[in-house]
């Protein structure tokens, strides 16, 4: 069943592709928030005083498209550190419906897989929800706008989710025109993956 869906998905992406909206919605400011890390430490955005923009992502244990980005997060984070642009993964599935998405699972992948990155667990969806996310993976890239955090983009983080090697980085073109002090040329796209379903209040 999940072969079938995974097959499904990439076939979906390789043939419909990423779609780029026309409507930025950007006048959203992002308040800092404190999350859980795997590490067992709190992470918050003010962690970060040097920082200059923050690329967030929410992503996920179990989603077979969230799966195929685990590297290329980790050239974001090697490339953009050192630039004071910070990747943070954030986890806010629910918990309740899906057990593979616990925290200690979490710690068990991270650890797998080497991040090299905090992986957050957002389990009461509150910054999921701040973001307006709505599936995984799907990035955000925040800047300091007048003391504020601001989104420049959101959607996908490339062009091919199957073939790295042939992918276009969406997040490094964002991030090079802001550090550049530009503005981002294509600041919203649609992102494809597993939807994040909010929990039943």
């Given at each position: 069943m999940m072969r079938a869906l995974f097959v499904a998905i990439l076939f979906s992406v390789h043939f419909i592709g990423f779609s780029q909206v026309t409507q930025p919605t950007f006048s959203n400011k992002i308040e800092d928030f404190s999350l859980l890390n795997v590490d067992h430490s709190m992470v918050s955005l003010r962690d970060y005083p040097k920082a200059k923009g923050f690329i967030i992502v929410f992503s996920c244990n179990h989603c077979p498209f969230a799966k195929l980005y685990t590297e290329r997060l980790k050239q974001l984070h090697e490339m953009y550190a050192?630039?004071?642009?910070?990747?943070?993964?954030?986890?806010?599935?629910?918990?309740?419906?899906?057990?593979?998405?616990?925290?200690?699972?979490?710690?068990?992948?991270?650890?797998?897989?080497?991040?090299?990155?905090?992986?957050?667990?957002?389990?009461?969806?509150?910054?999921?929800?701040?973001?307006?996310?709505?599936?995984?993976?799907?990035?955000?890239?925040?800047?300091?706008?007048?003391?504020?955090?601001?989104?420049?983009?959101?959607?996908?983080?490339?062009?091919?989710?199957?073939?790295?090697?042939?992918?276009?980085?969406?997040?490094q073109d964002a991030v090079e025109s802001l550090l550049k002090n530009e503005p981002v040329s294509v600041p919203l796209t649609e992102s494809f993956g597993c939807k994040l379903y909010f929990r039943k209040e």
């Amino acid at each position: 069943m999940m072969r079938a869906l995974f097959v499904a998905i990439l076939f979906s992406v390789h043939f419909i592709g990423f779609s780029q909206v026309t409507q930025p919605t950007f006048s959203n400011k992002i308040e800092d928030f404190s999350l859980l890390n795997v590490d067992h430490s709190m992470v918050s955005l003010r962690d970060y005083p040097k920082a200059k923009g923050f690329i967030i992502v929410f992503s996920c244990n179990h989603c077979p498209f969230a799966k195929l980005y685990t590297e290329r997060l980790k050239q974001l984070h090697e490339m953009y550190a050192k630039k004071d642009v910070v990747l943070l993964t954030i986890n806010s599935m629910d918990t309740l419906v899906y057990d593979e998405e616990k925290f200690v699972l979490m710690q068990k992948k991270a650890k797998k897989e080497k991040y090299t990155f905090p992986y957050l667990y957002d389990y009461t969806q509150s910054v999921a929800k701040m973001f307006h996310a709505t599936h995984n993976p799907q990035a955000f890239v925040i800047w300091k706008v007048q003391e504020n955090w601001v989104v420049q983009y959101q959607g996908a983080l490339d062009d091919n989710g199957e073939h790295p090697e042939m992918a276009h980085s969406f997040i490094q073109d964002a991030v090079e025109s802001l550090l550049k002090n530009e503005p981002v040329s294509v600041p919203l796209t649609e992102s494809f993956g597993c939807k994040l379903y909010f929990r039943k209040e």
